[in-house]
């Protein structure tokens, strides 16, 4: 079962993803097809926005003849990812404990 993501969930899953190193878009695309269903074209407005929010930044480079877009973390990206993080850590934790009967309240 794959479950649907939300926007602020898709930012999250990009920015760690090219937190790790600097990656192109289906580069990135084919790594969220692991926990995701959505299409390829799902991704780039993720990519928009997480831009227009100076989360990252773009750059072209040459590949094999044409030009190949890459997307870089900045540093306010970092920030808002590990607060994504510590929001994702408390989420699911909170999740684990209902799904192992944990106390309710």
């Not at 580069?27 to 990519?47: C, E, G, H, M």
């Not at 510590?86 to 999740?95: K, N």
Request: hydrophobic share 35%; net charge negative; glycine share 4%.
């Amino acid at each position: 079962m794959i479950f649907t993501l939300n926007a602020p969930m898709l930012d999250f899953l990009v920015l760690s993803v090219i937190k790790r190193e600097d990656a192109y878009g289906y580069q990135i695309s084919q790594i969220l097809k692991r926990v995701s269903n959505a299409k390829d074209s799902t991704l780039y407005p993720v990519l928009r926005r997480l831009q227009e929010n100076q989360w990252v930044e773009a750059y072209d480079q040459p590949f094999q003849g044409r030009n190949r877009r890459y997307y870089h973390i900045t540093d306010a990206g970092v920030q808002h990812h590990q607060e994504l993080s510590q929001e994702w850590h408390d989420f699911s934790s909170a999740i684990e404990e209902i799904v192992s009967g944990g106390d309710a309240a």
